[in-house]
T-cell receptor
Framework: GAVVSQHPSRVICKSGTSVKIECRSL??????MFWYRQFPKQSLMLMAT?????????EQGVEKDKFLINHASLTLSTLTVTSAHPEDSSFYIC??????????????FGSGTRLTVV | AQSVTQPDIHITVSEGASLELRCNYS??????LFWYVQSPGQGLQLLLK??????LVQGIKGFEAEFKRSQSSFNLRKPSVHWSDAAEYFC?????????FGTGTKLQVIP
């Protein structure tokens, strides 16, 4: 149980185009989802927190207009990388808390999306 | 501010040997602590978590971790490593909602 499905797993796009990444909670409702970015050989950096029915909360230094987050329903959150550039190439992972909105139960993670911008 | 340090970037152990991965954290209150494992190109899987109670926590795949408040540590252990344990391991500390990850320790298992 408590599975988050992330799609696509890999995407290659041309510089200047936009890419949408979806995360769906399959058997539970996720009022909150987190979006992380992982650079090669580095840890996960929290980009933003998406909340169903309200605006996302972005971490300092993350461009809101470049990384558009929409939490359209209790089971779907999307991250759109707009006007992508090669430096946006990275591994993006979403997660949802297992115990509602609190951290103490841990998180379940999507399988990640490898974005390559050429 | 909360932070996590994993001092070992890369560890190599022989199959069947014991394993300990180190994790030190900084957090202003009682922390929620997690260990995750990531296989190449994959998402993260929760191995175990601690947020109260017994300081020795049992997880999946035979892993355990011990919370030592005096040392601000939450080291991950396994008595006998299997080849399938080769992966990257992340320690994380969290409060309400926000979780901070360490930089990870890559585990290599040799025959």
């Amino acid at each position: 149980g408590a599975v988050v499905s992330q799609h696509p797993s890999r995407v290659i796009c041309k510089s200047g185009t936009s890419v949408k990444i979806e995360c769906r909670s399959l058997d539970f409702q996720a009022t909150t989802m987190f979006w992380y970015r992982q650079f090669p050989k580095q840890s996960l950096m929290l980009m933003a927190t998406s909340n169903e029915g309200s605006k996302a909360t972005y971490e300092q230094g993350v461009e809101k207009d470049k990384f558009l987050i929409n939490h359209a329903s209790l089971t779907l959150s999307t991250l759109t990388v707009t006007s992508a550039h090669p430096e946006d190439s990275s591994f993006y992972i979403c997660s949802a808390p297992l115990g509602g909105s609190r951290a103490n139960y841990g998180y379940t993670f999507g399988s990640g999306t490898r974005l390559t911008v050429v | 501010a909360q932070s996590v340090t994993q001092p070992d970037i890369h560890i190599t152990v022989s199959e069947g040997a014991s394993l300990e991965l180190r994790c030190n954290y900084s957090y202003g209150a009682t922390p929620y602590l997690f260990w995750y494992v990531q296989s190449p190109g994959q998402g993260l899987q929760l191995l175990l978590k601690y947020f109260s109670g017994d300081t020795l926590v049992q997880g999946i795949k035979g892993f355990e971790a011990e919370f030592k408040r005096s040392q601000s540590s939450f080291n991950l252990r396994k008595p006998s490593v299997h080849w399938s344990d080769a992966a990257e391991y992340f320690c994380a500390v969290g409060g309400y909602q926000k979780v901070t990850f360490g930089t990870g320790t890559k585990l290599q298992v040799i025959p």
